[in-house]
């Protein structure tokens, strides 16, 4: 599937079968998707099915009209190659036209949960949201038409401990009206030419040593690397499900929306905290990354370098003062692209991963000392997140409210 994936290499984007797809961990994941199925006021849960039906129908049927595949066991096939490549575990479909049984046997979200949160919780409702939805996707382009089919996770072995989780499929009674994704969205022209920072990273070298590493899904259908389990998301399910969540909680209440946008803010606190803590300890980083680190202010651009690299646009910090504010400039975020084709022009800066994630960077180089290599669990989290002192951000620039690119600031508070 390597040979699908086309990275943009001026706009920092990667795309698979005309989606945009960006790596992200489980520990993000699973944060995310609570944050949005919590809340008793709104249906999170369709939110994040509804989202991945059709996201997923659009790429697979991309997928299917690039490859030339026809018949319904050849489509099928296909979509559980893909569900494997990406990550999300491995399904075994037993279908027809009518509908049928799907069994996944291994789930990113189902062993993600198991490993960070089984041995102190026991889990009551099933987990597999994205699934679900792209187990109704792939019937929809195999069979119909998007929007033709439902799906529903009737065992989870989150819930069971079992070995499997299930999930039945059938036509829908009356065909939903559902919206497909906008692809690549609305994308720059061209890239902006910023100066480069005082560094001695070379942004360009760590792009293209990260763009060659093979991460794909295993024999399980699992990404393994930086001691998380990874995903190679579709950028847009991540982009529906939040703004979609922010939309829901309006509705309900105006003064809900800001409480929304600050737990997407935590999402970003998360991602990094994670994915790069665990990024900045690995083997790769010391090989690709290290070499280029004089200074402290060198591990911050060696973050961006590597944000860069995993499909989320071009993120280059443009002035680090040292322990003190960070300014980071973001040409193509994948957010802005997504809400600039799915919205009229934005009353406030919208990028709000991006508005939680530029401080955490400073927060983990900083307070954290990721340099030391700490344990990252969920103690030194709370520790780093929730002391004095730590690093806060604005978007100062907002390319969704119609300036040339996206600017944050995070200063110590």
Not at 1 to 10: C, G, K, S, T
Not at 44 to 57: C, H, K, R, W
Not at 181 to 207: C, H
Not at 221 to 236: H, S, Y
Request: glycine share 8%; aromatic share 12%.
């Amino acid at each position: 599937m390597f040979e699908h994936l086309y990275i943009d290499r001026p706009r920092k984007l990667v795309a698979f079968f005309s989606e945009p797809v960006i790596f992200h961990c489980h520990h993000y994941n699973l944060f995310l998707q609570q944050t949005i199925e919590d809340p008793d006021w709104i249906d999170g849960v369709s939110i994040l099915q509804t989202s991945a039906q059709e996201i997923f129908y659009s790429l697979l049927a991309n997928a299917f009209n690039t490859l030339g595949v026809q018949t319904p066991a050849e489509r099928l096939t296909t979509a559980a190659r893909i569900f494997s490549f990406l990550g999300f575990g491995r399904l075994n479909f037993e279908v027809t036209e009518q509908g049928g049984e799907v069994k996944l046997t291994h789930s990113h979200y189902a062993e993600g949960w198991l490993g960070k949160y089984g041995e102190q919780v026991n889990r009551t409702k099933p987990i597999d949201h994205l699934a679900v939805g792209y187990v109704a996707a792939a019937l929809d382009a195999t069979f119909a038409a998007l929007g033709t089919y439902v799906a529903e996770e009737t065992s989870c072995m989150a819930v069971t401990r079992q070995d499997h989780c299930i999930i039945q499929v059938t036509k829908a009674a009356v065909p939903r009206s559902l919206t497909p994704s906008p692809q690549m969205g609305k994308l720059i022209d061209q890239p902006v030419p910023f100066p480069k920072g005082d560094t001695s990273v070379d942004y360009e070298a760590v792009n293209e040593a990260l763009w060659g590493l093979p991460l794909e899904g295993d024999t399980n259908g699992q990404i393994r690397a930086f001691n998380v389990l990874l995903t190679r998301m579709p950028a847009n399910y991540y982009n529906r499900i939040q703004y979609r969540f922010l939309d829901e909680l309006q509705k309900v209440d105006p003064q809900l929306l800001e409480v929304g946008q600050a737990l997407i803010r935590e999402s970003g606190h998360v991602c990094v905290f994670y994915t790069f803590g665990n990024i900045m300890e690995s083997l790769e980083w010391e090989t690709v990354v290290g070499p280029m680190l004089n200074t402290d202010t060198d591990w911050i651009h060696g973050a961006y370098a590597v944000a860069s690299s995993l499909g989320w646009g071009r993120w280059q910090a443009l002035e680090v003062v040292r322990n003190e504010s960070c300014r980071v400039a973001i040409d193509g975020n994948y957010e802005t692209n997504y809400f600039l084709a799915s919205y009229p022009h934005a009353a406030q800066p919208a990028c709000y991963f991006a508005q939680g994630a530029v401080p955490a960077m400073m927060n983990i180089v900083y307070n954290g000392r990721i340099q030391q290599k700490p344990v990252l669990d969920e103690a030194f989290y709370n520790r780093l997140f929730q002391r004095g002192g730590v690093f806060q951000g604005v978007e100062v620039k907002a390319r969704e409210k119609g300036d040339p690119w996206c600017e944050f600031y995070a200063q110590r508070r």
